[in-house]
């Protein structure tokens, strides 16, 4: 059976410079939208563990929409609804600069945002209140209590889940070829598209996303040792 | 086992009835006696095959060249709408006579079935915003163009233009929408879907301009069995006598012209397809 398969037609001629600019604009998009869903995701979660009953409704708001719409519509919305709704010269310097890139990684990034920031709300909340209670009458004021006393313990309660969403956020990278970012799932279609070599092609990329998938778990299992023994 | 066998028995059933008729004498002779000629046309592809929302029948540019042909042959026109996939199992199965339904030539369909001249001239066109720097074709070299994934016209463009960037989309609306945001150059696609997708912009009609030359020409003909060569000579004749009394023309400018939404011009007359 396996004689059958052809590799070498997946990378033969242009298709390897293809596939690697594929590999490329995955890794980007990746990198971006960790970038803003990581950062976001901190503020949101310490907006929520503020008790401002204005800010916990708004948080829960932004949380419940990007949970429960799918990915591909907010991908969708932001690259089609919302330049729209932006001034022309705005418009035309996106579209100059990547804009398949920029909006698809805002969409990812807002998207995950809402899973990182729930991660860690549930991490500050299996930090018994004892702890949050003793810093306070120590005399640490609230973001110095964050900062060093529950948050670190949070985000070594938080890291497997964590992990796991960094790893559904490298995946659903993949979406954005709806809106004609070149990333790696575009780029295997093209190539079946034009050798036909359809279990190849998409072999390739199973092996792509499943190696890099698992690196991440790794690195994951790796930081996790290493937090678990720095606690000791 | 026994499905193989079923099918088998099928295919045994299918070949002996299909040769059964090709030894009938030539289909020629069976359309004059019938009296009809019955042919396969589309009920989704306005211009050239819909259903007319008034009188409810299936009217456009295929189905008139139907009728132009019947009337040459001297029978009935006989309608019988297809599914776009069926369309050339249902002729080579011997459900219908011709086919017209928007059937473009290529090297893989002409093994199959036999072509007509060409009674229609496909071009694929990029559009372009209006106003804007590309004024021709060749303006558009190194610009990005949108496209439909996996669409035929995606080698074309890349032959007459090696150095566009090509930005596919999942589907048609998505391509063009992309053009109207301005965040691709140009969009390539056939001219008569170009203008459709021009006139839904309504009053914005004119923001978006179609660029000459056409990257590529795909040639349509009518559609017939292999090896009935009494009946495709006539075919052609009818075809070659609709040219010269000017019934080509107007059908075209009846569904196509400047008067339609597509406002297209003819840019070619019936003749063989360059194979």
Known sequence: MFGRLDFSAVFAGPFAHLLLSGVIKTCELTAASWMLAVGLGVMLAVLRASGIPVATKVVAAFVAYHQNVPMLVQILLWYFGVPTLLPDAAQSWVNAHDGELIFASIAIGLCMSAYFSEDLRSGLRSVHYGQQEAARSLGLGFFATLRYVTLPQAIRNALPPFVNHTVLLFKNTSLAMTIGAAEMTYVVREIENETFKTFEAYAVATLFYLAVSLGLMGLGALAGKRIQNQAR | ?275
């Open chain 2, 1 to 275: 086992m026994n499905r193989y066998t079923t099918s088998i028995a099928v295919a045994a059933f299918l070949a002996l009835t299909t040769g059964a008729s090709v030894a009938n004498a030539d289909q020629l002779a069976d359309i004059k006696t019938r009296g009809t000629l019955v042919c396969g046309v589309l009920s989704n592809g306005a211009p050239f095959g819909f259903q007319d929302p008034d009188s409810r029948e299936i009217v456009g540019y295929d189905v008139d060249f139907c009728k132009g042909v019947a009337k040459e042959l001297g029978v009935k026109p006989e309608l019988k709408v297809l599914s776009l996939d069926a369309r050339i199992p249902e002729l080579t199965q011997g459900r219908v006579d011709i086919l017209a339904a928007v059937l473009g030539y290529n090297p893989q369909r002409a093994q199959q079935i036999t072509f007509s001249d060409t009674y229609f001239v496909s071009n694929q066109v990029i559009a372009t915003s209006s106003g804007g720097a590309n004024k021709t074709l060749n303006d558009m070299a190194g610009k990005r163009v949108s496209t439909i994934k996996g669409s035929s016209n995606i080698p074309m463009v890349q032959r007459v233009l090696p150095t566009v960037q090509i930005v596919s989309y999942d589907d048609a609306p998505s391509a063009f929408m992309a053009l109207v945001q301005k965040k691709v150059d140009g969009y390539v696609l056939s001219e008569s879907l170009m203008h459709r997708f021009i006139d839904k912009l309504g009053a914005n009609a004119n923001t978006i301009t179609i660029l000459t030359p056409p990257v590529g020409r795909e040639y349509w003909g009518l559609g017939m069995k292999k090896d009935e060569p009494k009946l495709a000579e006539a075919v052609n004749n009818a075809l070659v006598k609709m040219q010269a009394s000017g019934e080509s023309q107007q059908i075209f400018d009846k569904w196509l012209g400047t008067a339609s939404p597509f406002k297209m011009k003819r840019d070619f007359t019936t003749a063989p397809i360059p194979g």
